[in-house]
């Protein structure tokens, strides 16, 4: 293939004709291709990193105290995201305002949970069961570009507008300590999107669920300053 | 006497071919490559299944180390860029020559105190680069402090959130030039941390976004894919 005929013509014509092959040696040619191709797979990213959306309650003071007692007690879900990868969780409100009923020193209020898909998701999958499946119906519907975006985020606003009248659907407040890492939290996040969960937040850690964390777990390092020094045993 | 004769064989191997397939690769690799942008720190980012792609560009990336170090990539229109170093510095009464702006421009991200900047533009790409990863120096990381930060000697370094100032400058000048053309897309936020940052970290960045002088509610988080496993 690199062989170049060269025809010489004899001068005089005494010489004889004679048939020269050209090569030409592609080698080096390939080394440096090679080399080229090396320097381009390591300095250049084929994917693009991914991104998430995420959406931040304002800081404004609320009003009244009606918007945070929207959120019904039997359909609350609280995460507390806590030291070396622990997870826990529990139901409803510590402290229900109506019947005055106190959880802070029942031990099984607060349940661990792990992570993994056995875990977090099943947990999640079971309470958010029927609109999970709804809405997972929707997104492959959206994925075989069967129906387009716009169609796709109404009908889901309405599958989660018809589930709020539902007491039992779960709203699940997101409840990141100092002590656990922006991993945490992303993976979380993750959860929320691959349940289909419609209402989440990511909200500050109030003093009653820090209480019940140390509880539990008997680390003073969740307990706020003025939390320790009311006694606990943590000085 | 038979003579045996030994037929030469040239063991040339033809590589015209091999060459066609790697100019065909390197040509490949050339056209859907875009370089790996130079971070002054290394982040790995966590894991998600979400597979929204990250815009290419009217993109603040604020980039938080473990330590809690800000740094800022302003990636959209290059004028507005320089404008908002303008602003910022003119908040804190700093004006830079036209040949700072220039390095300015092609820095890809930067964290510097305001009051430093001057001097870090002025100075070499190789030692830009050194300095970044000073790791104990607190003329390193954008100032998120709203009390005054002194060095050692009592110089004051910066006087209240510098962090802030960018982010609020930045969407004030591109919402005026969306006032004159209104096809400019809003400016998004992106997040860009460890996955081993502490959370108190990460939440003090998206408290000073929440802060009033700001009302940033809506960022992106950037994650690596996650393949789903079952």
Known sequence: ?235 | MAKVKVKKQSTFIDMTAMSDVTVLLLTFFMLTSTFIAKEPIQVTTPGSVSEIKIPESNLITILVDKAGKIFLSLDYQQDQVLETLRAVGNDYGYTFTPKQEDTFKKLKSFGVPISYMGTFLDMTTENQDKYMQEAGNPRVGIPTDSVEVKDTQGAVISRDNEFIRWISHATRIRNESKAINPDLPELQLAIKADKETTYPVVKNVMDDLRSPGLRKNRYLLITNLKTASN
């Open chain 1, 1 to 235: 293939m690199s062989e170049v005929q060269v025809k010489e013509s004899g001068d005089g014509g005494k010489n004889k004709q004679k048939k020269q092959t050209l090569r030409v040696d592609f080698t080096p040619m390939v080394d440096m291709n090679m080399l080229l191709i090396t320097f381009f797979m390591f300095c250049t990213t084929l994917l693009k990193p991914q991104t998430m959306n995420i959406n931040m309650p304002t800081k404004d003071p609320v009003k009244d105290d009606t918007e945070t007692n929207q959120v019904k007690n039997s359909g609350a879900i609280t995460l507390l995201l806590g030291e070396s990868n622990e997870l826990f969780y529990y139901e409803g409100m510590p402290e229900d305002t109506k019947t005055g009923e106190k959880h802070y020193d029942d031990p099984d209020f607060l349940k661990p949970i792990s992570y993994d898909t056995d875990g977090l998701r099943e947990y999640l999958l079971k309470r958010n069961s029927g609109i999970y499946e709804q809405i997972q119906e929707l997104k492959e519907q959206l994925q075989a570009q069967q129906i387009p975006d716009s169609i796709f985020r109404q009908k889901s606003k309405e599958i989660y507008d018809k589930a709020k009248e539902n007491p039992r659907t779960p709203t699940v407040m997101i409840k990141p300590t100092d002590l656990s890492t922006y991993e945490n939290l992303v993976d979380v996040l993750d959860e929320m999107l691959v349940t289909n969960i419609g209402a989440y937040a990511v909200i500050d850690l109030q003093e009653g669920d820090r209480y019940l964390l140390y509880k539990k777990t008997g680390n003073c390092e969740y307990l706020t300053e003025k939390q320790k020094n009311e006694g606990n045993g943590c000085k």
